[in-house]
C-alpha cells in the first residue's frame, strides 16, 4: 500500500491566518493527488485534485502543490467556514487507495 | 446532477453480514463508465478504501477487506451495494458510497459522495 502521512495532524489558527498542511506519499505518485475537506457529521467535500486543480466552486483562498511525494493544501486567509478536517487521498494506485489520517483545522 | 443515497441496517450482529445499497440519483449508473466505490470510517477516524465496481460489474477490493467483501452493481435499479460478511466491532463506521469524478480506467479521485449511513456491530 502507498502509506499517506499528513502534517500536523492538529492545527490552531485565527481567522485570517495563512495556513499549510502537508501531505507526504511512502512512494512517488506523480501529480495523484487530492485533497478533501469534511465537517463533523458530512461527507467529504472535494476541494483540489490532480493536485493543484481547484474543483469548480471552490473559494480562490484554497491552493494545492507539489509532486512525486510532497504536497502541500494553503489557505491564504483563514474563514470560519474553513475550520474542518482535511484529507489527502492518493489515486496513483487503486490497490489500494489510500488517505492521510487527516489534520483537524481548529479555532486558535 | 448526479446524487448517491445509501441505505441499509443500523444495527448488524456480529458474525454477521452488513449488506448496504447506494441509490444512484440524476443520472444513469450505466451512462459515463464510471467506477462506484464504497469508503468506510470509524467514528473519530480517518478514511479507508473498501472497493469499487465498474458498470461491466467488474470490481477492485482493498486487499485487507477482499476476503470478507463482495460489491455488485444493479443497472436495472441505478444501485449498486456492499456485503461485509463475519463483521465485528471493528466494522462499526460511517459507510458512503461515492463515484469517482472521472471515467474509465486507472485511479481517479472521488466526487459526489453519499451522505453516509452509520452502521453499529453489536449484539
Known amino acids: 500500500d502507498i502509506q499517506m502521512t499528513q502534517s500536523p495532524s492538529t492545527l490552531s489558527a485565527s481567522v485570517g491566518d495563512r495556513v499549510t498542511i502537508t501531505c507526504r506519499a511512502s512512494q512517488s505518485i506523480s501529480s495523484w493527488l487530492a485533497w478533501y475537506q469534511q465537517k463533523p457529521g458530512r461527507a467529504p467535500k472535494l476541494l483540489i485534485y490532480k493536485a493543484s486543480s481547484v474543483e469548480s466552486g471552490v473559494p480562490s483562498r484554497f491552493s494545492g502543490g507539489g509532486s512525486g511525494t510532497e504536497f502541500t493544501l494553503t489557505i491564504s486567509s483563514l474563514q470560519p467556514d474553513d475550520f474542518a478536517t482535511y484529507y489527502c487521498?492518493?489515486?496513483?494506485?487503486?490497490?489500494?487507495?489510500?488517505f492521510g489520517q487527516g489534520t483537524k483545522l481548529e479555532l486558535k | 446532477q448526479v446524487q448517491l443515497q445509501e441505505s441499509g441496517p443500523g444495527l448488524v450482529k456480529p458474525s454477521q453480514t452488513l449488506s448496504l445499497t447506494c441509490t444512484v440519483s440524476?443520472?444513469?449508473?450505466?451512462?459515463?463508465?464510471?467506477?462506484w466505490s464504497w469508503i468506510r470510517q470509524p467514528a473519530g477516524k480517518g478514511l479507508q478504501w473498501i472497493g469499487r465496481v465498474y458498470t461491466s460489474g467488474n470490481t477492485n477490493y482493498n486487499p485487507s477487506l477482499k476476503s470478507r467483501v463482495t460489491i455488485s452493481i444493479d443497472a436495472s435499479r441505478n444501485q449498486f451495494s456492499l456485503n461485509v460478511k463475519s463483521v465485528t466491532a471493528a466494522d462499526t463506521a460511517m459507510y458512503y458510497c461515492a463515484r469517482e469524478a472521472e471515467a474509465g480506467g486507472g485511479g481517479h479521485w472521488f466526487d459526489p459522495w453519499g451522505q453516509g449511513t452509520l452502521v453499529t456491530v453489536s449484539s
Open positions: 440524476g443520472g444513469s449508473i450505466s451512462d459515463g463508465g464510471y467506477y
Open positions: 487521498q492518493q489515486y496513483s494506485s487503486y490497490s489500494p487507495y489510500t
